[in-house]
């Protein structure tokens, strides 16, 4: 799961950004996407034009969400892969370094196996990335260098009752 005290650094994020444009090419998918379990979205590469990211990656999560509900239920940790197969459309969700959601859409131009290579590939590079993130944090929150406070942490119930009354 992701933490509150996620940091996304711009190197880090130009790799992510790169790791999913190939995926992308590799596995002749439509879109790929990357989300935190919150669904918030994080990357994305490809046909972005007939998608609601925003509802696509609160989706994504909450689709996850519910079947690791399923999984703790018949006594499983988690189901990291889930496959959705449409009419047009097939959907290719897996959780990557147990903090992120890898969603890659694809259609016949595609196949599963393909896309399944692919993005075991690409997991493990992913899975690097975000190991350097929580290692650059870590290390930052021992140097005392990590700014953490919200911009928001001055407002008072007050400032935000006077703001609604005028």
């Known amino acids: 799961m992701t933490t509150p005290d996620m940091i996304m ?44 990211a925003t509802s696509l990656a ?31 459309d097939n959907l290719h969700i897996s959780i ?6 890898l969603v890659v859409i694809f259609d016949s131009r595609s196949s599963l196996g393909l896309v399944r290579l692919r993005v075991k590939k690409a997991s493990v590079e ?14 930052e929150k021992e140097a005392g260098t990590l700014e953490m406070d919200s911009p928001f942490a001055e407002i008072t119930d007050d400032d935000i009752d006077s703001l609604f009354s005028e």
Request: aromatic share 8%; charged share 30%; hydrophobic share 40%.
């Open 126 to 139: 992913l899975t690097e990335v975000f190991e350097k993130i929580v290692k650059k944090i870590s290390s």
């Open 9 to 52: 650094y711009e190197e880090e994020y130009q790799r992510i950004k790169a790791i999913i444009a190939r995926l992308r090419t590799e596995s002749n998918a439509k879109l790929v996407f990357l989300v935190d379990k919150n669904g918030q979205q994080i990357a994305a590469h490809g046909e972005l034009e007939n998608f609601d």
């Open 96 to 101: 990557v370094a147990q903090r992120v959601i």
């Open 58 to 88: 609160s989706l994504t999560a909450g689709n996850v969400a519910a079947t690791d509900g399923l999984a703790k239920l018949i006594g499983e940790k988690e189901f990291s892969i889930l496959f959705h197969e449409g009419e047009r």
